[in-house]
């Protein structure tokens, strides 16, 4: 009875602590649409509760300011299986196409009460039924689907009560791809002791939003977690269309990646993302303008909206003026005169004029022939009183004016003077030529003509033959080898992307979904169709806005340099967009993302053959960039992407990754970033970057590959990596790994780079593997080394050192922090390590898996490693 009466005291009160904060519906944010919030019903909520009686019940309490909630609450602790259903009324969807569940509740701590172990549990299920229509009888049939088992993050205990700390749990659950007109939602209770405070149900919208002076309307998420709607915008009033603005609507409600924009009318400009009219005073010709711009000098608006400015009395502007050129006073060129009349030239020279506004800047001189159309005119500026004017017509009438130029602006063109060009024919031979000498004449110039021109072409021919031959001597490259340029070297960048990259329209681009966020902006998976091509995957790399010029060509450099570049184990170029925002770089489509994360997915799942073959395959690639000069300088799994076949493509060219932005890049000494794990030592120490530095990153991939995405030399520092190498020591193969791969790698990391294979040695050597797959029999575990954790020594340089005590193995493999777990445990030495399973490093308080695994993996080693030293019988 005593405890019946804490329970029940227990639910009465249980409301009064928790109710501040909770008497107003929260202010919603603008991406959410409620379709059910119990708190702002007013009345009961008379949801339907099975059974009747003695289940689930409504309580109306009061809060803080005295108005009512209603909850539901339940506390069947005693009596075992407990089956309370709870069913809210109809919930009309709307738009919704995947719904969020809010639920407030607290809930009791079933080791506060005595006596009712076994019966009082800690969840609660949470159920929907979706249905056309509000006919549904039942409350908890089979036709409820799950949407998940609830558990409270706090639970509060009788102690909490007297000290009126109510602890108020908020969980959310979505469900996506809803179909129907409607839904209920159910609550089962199965024996806990629990307040349901209050539900919000609701869905999520990109908000009405304007971008680039587009609107996009209030868009509803997909139905899918990862989906992305596309819209497209319509212009704001007083502007047009540009570029085809669109938008993508997130599945939480953001908008992502706007493409496209208007602009503002002549006569409006663009503030607070609106077209606002130009005022009284002010104008604006053209849409590809700035701001609305003051009237020039001796100017004027009257009204707003102007799109140019008129002149105030007595100034002028010339038609073919500029709107922002000032007005000026009249300034006329008296006298216009002409000397030196030939039958194509003559000369003017004019006075100057009587009362210039300022000081001359400069003359204009207009002329057309007499009996064109005045519009097709010509003009010649000079700062003198004179000009020569050519490239007249023979026995033709010309009109001239001529106009001066001060800081005002320009005056007005003299009155129009007319002379005509010259009669006089041209002094050839004699001024008279028969039509048969004529034309010998023009078939001896053809002739020579042709010959000049043949000679010249042999001359370049051979020139540029020359320079070829020059040029690839000079890289001690064979004539014929196509060699990679960097974009950098172009004066001018651009050019680099123009003549590498082709230019694709936005409107061929269809984006689907973010896939990860790059160093520049989101990364889009989408589809491209270029006309008469089928369509295709792609990846899409955007540039966020907000760059500076250098940033947008250090994001395109890439496609410049993958531009370059054609083999089936290189990432392919599609295209790019420079011409619109965003900015992007389209790539072919990899599947299965980053080969460092899809071998950590698949850990263990692939066949030694497999495995070799992505290794030659990314191999191949590194022959085909070090063949064509190009130097990686970032090869990692990482940086290797792997399609639905399992191709491995080399991607990540930027240029300013390696030195910036590269993730696991640590300074050196000398400043800039190196990824130090995958580099060899001369990079590191005096940058000396080469195709044999790519030969020994490519060592690590290996290593990375055949311990499925294991992190190179595991936790070590660093600093402590450079220096184990300087000592000798090198990565120990992985975990059933064939000697002979390992034994590949360490050729990719002796010390002299002159010593390492070149790229397209490892290709046929990893062919001549794939061919007998019985030299991939022999693993590392078959001979006497150190377990897996543990620097090798190279072979040159002697034996692999010897383990110590359980501290330093430990240390060595990175786990120093479990020291005390052991010793408290009494493993004391190595041998006493050797037989332990998960379950007893769980008893000793090692809890995380990964550590679990790697210590067992290593021991497993170690034990192999002795039994071999036994079998073997070489003195350890
Ligand atoms: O590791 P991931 O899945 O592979 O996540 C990153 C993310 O984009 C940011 O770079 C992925 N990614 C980059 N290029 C491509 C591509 N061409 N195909 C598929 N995923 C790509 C990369």
């Not at 609660?124 to 558990?151: G, P, Q, W």
């Not at 020139?463 to 070829?468: D, F, H, I, M, T």
Request: proline share 5%; net charge neutral; with cysteine.
């Amino acid at each position: 009875m005593a405890l019946m009466a804490g329970i029940i005291y227990a639910l009465a009160s249980l409301f009064l602590g928790i109710c501040a904060g909770l008497s107003a519906p929260r202010n919603l944010p603008a991406n959410e649409v409620t379709l059910l919030d119990s708190r702002s019903v007013q009345g009961d909520l008379a949801w339907v509760a099975s059974p009747t009686e003695g289940g689930w019940e409504e309580v109306s309490i009061m809060d803080e300011k005295n108005s009512p909630i209603r909850t539901y609450q339940v506390c069947n602790v005693m009596e075992p299986n407990q089956n309370n259903w709870l069913r809210t009324h109809w919930i009309r969807r709307g738009a919704a196409q995947r719904i969020y569940i809010e639920i407030k509740f607290t809930l009791r701590d079933c080791n506060s009460l005595p006596g009712v172990i076994g019966t009082c549990k800690e969840t609660f299920n949470l159920y929907y039924l979706e249905s056309d229509s509000d006919n549904e009888r039942y409350t908890h049939e089979s036709r409820f689907t799950k949407i998940d088992t609830v558990a409270a993050d706090e639970s509060f205990t009788q102690v909490d009560i007297g000290d009126r700390i109510m602890k108020l749990n908020t969980e959310i659950r979505d469900v996506g791809v809803l179909s129907r007109a409607g839904f209920y939602l159910a609550f089962q209770d199965v024996g806990a002791c629990i307040a349901l405070v209050s539900v919000h149900v609701f869905y999520k919208k990109c908000p009405l939003a304007v971008r680039n002076l587009a609107q996009f309307p209030d868009t509803v998420t997909g139905a899918d977690m990862s989906s992305l709607v596309e819209v497209r915008g319509s212009c704001v009033n007083q502007s047009e269309e540009q570029e085809v603005p669109k938008m993508y609507c997130g599945a939480d409600g953001e908008w992502l990646v706007p493409i496209g924009n208007c602009l503002c009318n002549p006569g409006y400009e663009e503030r607070n993302e609106q077209c606002q009219v130009c005022k009284v005073g002010f104008y604006r010709s053209l849409s590809s303008d700035g701001g609305c711009r003051k009237c020039p000098l001796h100017s004027y608006s009257m009204k707003e909206g102007a799109t140019s400015c008129d002149c105030d009395k007595g100034y002028y502007r010339s038609e073919t003026d500029p709107a922002a050129m000032p007005c000026t006073p009249p300034s006329t060129v008296m006298m216009v005169q002409s000397k030196d009349i030939t039958r194509h030239t003559l000369s003017l020279f004019w006075d100057k004029p009587e009362k210039p506004n300022g000081v001359i800047l400069e003359y204009e001189v207009k002329y057309y022939e007499k009996d064109q159309n005045e519009r097709s005119y010509r003009i010649v500026k000079t700062t003198s009183r004179s000009t020569d004017i050519t490239d007249l017509t023979p026995l033709t009438s010309y009109v001239f004016h001529v106009r001066a130029r001060t800081a005002a602006g320009y005056g007005e063109f003299s009155a129009p003077f007319e002379f005509s060009t010259n009669t006089v024919a041209a002094p050839v031979v004699g001024g008279v030529v028969s039509s048969a000498v004529l034309l010998l004449l023009v078939a001896g110039c053809v002739v020579v003509l042709l010959l000049i021109l043949i000679i010249t072409f042999i001359i370049t021919k051979r020139r540029s033959k020359y320079s070829k031959t020059k040029q690839a001597e000079e890289k001690n490259l064979q004539p014929g080898v196509r060699i990679y340029v960097d974009p950098y070297t172009y004066e001018d960048p651009n050019q680099a992307i123009r003549e590498f990259a082709k230019e694709i329209n936005t409107s061929c681009i269809k984006i689907e979904k973010v896939i990860g966020i790059g160093e520049f902006g989101e990364v889009c998976s989408g589809r491209l169709k270029l006309p008469g091509k089928r369509e295709i995957c792609v990846a899409i790399k955007t540039l966020k806005a907000g760059f500076t010029e250098q940033q947008r060509l250090d994001f395109l450099s890439e496609a410049s340099v993958i531009g370059q570049f054609d083999h089936p184990n290189i990432i392919h170029l599609e295209g790019v967009v420079t011409k619109c925002k965003p900015v992007m770089i389209i790539t072919e489509y990899m599947e299965n993302g980053s080969l460092d994360m899809f071998l950590r997915k698949n850990d263990g799942r692939f066949t030694v053959i497999q495995l070799v073959g992505i290794l030659r395959g990314i191999a191949s690639g590194m022959k085909y960039l070090s063949d064509m000069s190009y130097v990686h300088r970032d090869l990692a799994a990482r940086n290797i992407l792997v399609n639905s076949n399992l191709v491995c493509k080399v991607s990540d060219f930027g240029m300013s990754r390696v030195l910036e932005d590269e993730p696991e890049g640590a300074y050196t000494t000398r400043g800039g970033k190196i990824p130090i794990r995958w580099t060899a030592p001369e990079a590191i120490t005096y940058r000396k970057f080469t195709s044999a530095s790519d030969v020994w990153s490519y060592g690590i991939v290996m290593w990375e590959v055949m311990s499925y995405g294991e992190r190179p030399y595991w936790d070590m520092s660093n600093q402590d990596v450079i220096k184990a190498i300087e000592e000798g020591y090198r990565l120990p193969p992985p975990m059933e790994c064939p000697l002979a791969l390992h034994q590949l790698m360490l050729e990719c990391w002796m010390r002299e780079r002159a010593d390492r294979p070149k790229f397209s040695q490892i290709v046929n050597m990893l062919d001549k593997l794939i061919r007998n797959p019985a030299t991939l029999k022999r693993t590392a575990g078959d001979a006497s080394r150190p377990h897996p954790s543990t620097l090798h020594h190279a072979p040159s340089e002697g034996s692999a050192p010897s383990l110590g005590s359980v501290d330093d193995w430990l240390k060595i493999i990175g786990l120093e922090q479990y020291r005390e777990n052991f010793s408290t445990a009494g493993f004391c030495s190595l041998e006493s390590v050797l037989p332990m399973s998960h379950e007893d490093l769980a008893k000793m308080g090692i809890s995380c898996s990964a550590h679990q695994r790697k210590i067992l993996s290593s021991a497993q080693e170690l034990l192999s490693g002795m039994h071999h030293r036994q079998d073997t019988k070489v003195p350890v």
